[in-house]
């Protein structure tokens, strides 16, 4: 299993931007009481603004960790469509004193205005913008229709993500989300303030490795929203899982893409809410 930071980003091929190695500890310690009145050390996550800009362009301020901001900068990027192309992109730099990511493409970024003025603002925790072509670009997806899971492998999965060392253990009050492999193995966990966060951090370490999502499974704490889904689909991922559930327009886009979405799945649990036919059960089938 190997988790996603900064430093690995920096030793990246040739091929990829030039990349800061911004990380920053994901964990402080302040005294809260208990019930008893007793001063209790205690772990909490920390929290920082991180403005980026997009070739001087201010784009958004996401509410983050700090654990990989360059990953959560191109995942961003990439999922918002505002740039298509990883070599398009020359340069990110992430600087803590003022808080602000500056990337710098090859070419300029001609169209930005126009992205800008067709956005929505979104449920999403620690930041929820989606642009508006989002939604135009459903068509445009196709997701590989030949993968299959079993039972046994979902139960994998969900038992490598309880056995994950995390800081929602130690800390609470962060969202997760893992790339795990065909068989269930984690190869990415990423966590954040917000799940749209941590999906962004996987996009931007995938697109840097140049990793295909056809034969990978995508697992999430958080609520399964519209841009959840869409944004897994963007990855080229067909399989779809959370502990916890799906939103009506989320069910919907799921349906006309066909991803498989399996929610509320804890321990030997689950609910297969689209594309039954990727997942074999010994169970009743019935349409999804």
Same mark, same amino acid.
Request: charged share 25%; glycine share 10%; aromatic share 4%.
């Given at each position: 299993? =190997?988790?996603?930071?900064?430093?690995?980003?920096?030793? =990246?091929?040739?091929?990829?931007?030039?990349?800061? =190695?911004?990380?920053?500890? !994901?964990?402080?310690?302040?005294? !809260?009481?208990?019930?008893?009145?007793?001063?209790?050390?205690?772990?909490?996550?920390?929290?920082?603004?991180?403005?980026?800009?997009?070739?001087?362009?201010?784009?958004?301020? +996401?509410?983050?960790?700090?654990? !990989?901001?360059? &990953?959560?900068?191109?995942?961003?990027?990439?999922?918002?469509?505002?740039?298509?192309?990883?070599?398009?992109?020359?340069?990110?730099?992430?600087?803590?004193?003022?808080?602000?990511? =500056?990337?710098?493409?090859?070419?300029?970024? &001609?169209?930005?205005?126009?992205? +800008?003025?067709?956005?929505?603002?979104?449920?999403?925790?620690?930041?929820?913008?989606?642009?508006?072509?989002?939604?135009?670009?459903?068509?445009?997806?196709? +997701?590989?229709?030949?993968?299959?899971?079993?039972?046994?492998?979902?139960?994998?999965?969900?038992?490598?993500?309880?056995?994950?060392?995390?800081?929602?253990?130690? &800390?609470? !009050?962060?969202?997760?989300? &893992?790339?795990?492999?065909?068989?269930?193995e984690i190869l990415m966990f990423v966590e954040d303030v917000g799940r749209h966060n941590a999906v962004d951090a996987i996009a931007g370490q995938m697109w840097l490795k140049n990793m295909s999502g056809g034969d990978k499974i995508f697992y999430t704490t958080g609520r399964?929203?519209?841009?959840?889904?869409?944004?897994?689909?963007?990855?080229?991922?067909?399989?779809?899982?959370?502990?916890?559930?799906?939103?009506?327009?989320?069910?919907?886009?799921?349906?006309?893409?066909? /991803?498989?979405?399996?929610?509320?799945?804890?321990?030997?649990?689950?609910?297969?809410?689209?594309?039954?036919?990727? /997942?074999?059960?010994?169970?009743?089938?019935?349409?999804?």
């Amino acid at each position: 299993m =190997a988790d996603i930071n900064s430093k690995n980003l920096a030793a =990246a091929s040739s091929l990829t931007p030039r990349l800061t =190695a911004a990380g920053r500890p !994901a964990i402080v310690t302040v005294d !809260a009481i208990n019930e008893h009145g007793e001063v209790v050390p205690t772990r909490i996550p920390r929290e920082h603004p991180l403005t980026l800009y997009l070739d001087k362009r201010e784009i958004v301020t +996401l509410m983050t960790l700090g654990a !990989a901001p360059e &990953a959560l900068v191109l995942g961003y990027l990439r999922n918002q469509r505002l740039v298509s192309r990883l070599e398009d992109i020359a340069a990110v730099q992430v600087d803590w004193e003022t808080d602000s990511a =500056a990337v710098t493409t090859r070419s300029g970024n &001609a169209d930005v205005e126009q992205r +800008l003025e067709r956005r929505t603002i979104t449920s999403g925790c620690g930041q929820g913008t989606m642009f508006g072509d989002l939604m135009e670009s459903i068509d445009e997806i196709a +997701l590989p229709d030949d993968g299959r899971m079993d039972a046994a492998t979902l139960a994998t999965l969900l038992d490598n993500v309880r056995r994950q060392d995390s800081i929602y253990k130690e &800390a609470g !009050a962060v969202h997760g989300c &893992a790339l795990a492999a065909a068989d269930g193995e984690i190869l990415m966990f990423v966590e954040d303030v917000g799940r749209h966060n941590a999906v962004d951090a996987i996009a931007g370490q995938m697109w840097l490795k140049n990793m295909s999502g056809g034969d990978k499974i995508f697992y999430t704490t958080g609520r399964l929203t519209s841009e959840m889904v869409i944004k897994t689909a963007q990855m080229g991922i067909p399989f779809m899982v959370s502990r916890s559930g799906l939103t009506e327009m989320g069910h919907a886009i799921a349906r006309k893409i066909g /991803l498989t979405v399996i929610g509320r799945a804890k321990g030997k649990h689950y609910l297969l809410f689209t594309g039954q036919h990727r /997942l074999k059960t010994d169970g009743v089938q019935g349409k999804a």
